[in-house]
């Protein structure tokens, strides 16, 4: 059964630092979404993308952030400079449409943790 | 502003008991609809999905039904067992490109 993967499961960086997290989408999928969790907290929105272009973003999701498909087959979010509010996991998502017709289906995750 | 509250959120039961947890929006306006449980430090296993047009879905021991009229949404567990100890989240569209997650129950079953 096609799954959403995404690398590395974990990532330690020192703040200041930038990062990338990377995620393979299902091959047919149009619409990418990335969600954090940060530890003992509820799952958030951060950023849908849809047709090369952000088609939604949440509050948390400021310049520090930007979200890239470099090929066709690769979505990465980056932290440009990431501080210590921004361990978290970091759960990639895509949907063969949009959310409210299709199912969304989601990777392991990447456990980011700043120090 | 939509807010997704689960209901508990937290429980503990004995093993083989059936069992009911609650998801509650705060805007009734909801599209699709998941289920999904999530082991500690683990990532979101997705259990039902209910789509706009349903009002119900089942898997197995799992039954997942959504009340658009009240914005409820319950999942029923039958015969729990141990291996069902986890944290369920709910996750809900309204209508825009993001999931709204809910706040989560954490169960226990006892063996």
């Known amino acids: 059964e096609p799954e959403v993967t995404q690398t590395p499961s974990h990532q330690v960086t020192q703040m200041g630092q930038e990062v990338i997290l990377r995620c393979v989408p299902i091959?047919?999928?149009?619409?990418f979404y990335w969600y954090r969790q940060i530890l003992g907290q509820k799952v958030e929105f951060l950023v849908s993308?849809?047709?090369?272009?952000?088609?939604?973003k949440s509050e948390i999701f400021d310049d520090q952030f930007s979200v890239e498909r470099p090929d066709g087959s690769n979505f990465t979010l980056k932290i440009r400079s990431t501080k210590l509010e921004d361990s978290a996991m970091y759960f990639c998502?895509?949907?063969?449409?949009?959310?409210?017709?299709?199912?969304?289906?989601f990777g392991p995750g990447t456990r980011l943790t700043v120090t | 502003k939509q807010e997704v509250t689960q209901i508990p959120a937290a429980l503990s039961v004995p093993e083989g008991e059936n069992l009911v947890l609650n998801c509650s929006f705060t805007?009734?306006?909801?599209?699709?609809l998941q289920w999904f449980r999530q082991d500690p430090g683990k990532g979101l296993t997705s259990l039902l999905l209910?789509?706009?047009?349903?009002r119900e879905q089942t898997s197995g021991r799992l039954n997942a039904s959504l009340d658009k009229s009240s914005g409820r949404s319950t999942l029923y567990i039958a015969a729990s067992q141990p291996g069902d100890s986890a944290t369920y989240l709910c996750?809900?569209?309204?209508?825009?490109?993001?999931?709204?997650f809910g706040t989560g129950t954490r169960l226990k079953v006892l063996a």
């Open positions: 998502a895509s949907s063969e449409g949009a959310s409210w017709s299709y199912e969304q289906y």
């Open positions: 996750a809900g569209s309204s209508g825009t490109y993001k999931y709204i």
């Open positions: 805007d009734s306006a909801i599209y699709n």
């Open positions: 091959s047919n999928h149009l619409y």
């Open positions: 209910i789509q706009s047009s349903q």
């Open positions: 993308f849809y047709n090369n272009e952000i088609s939604e």
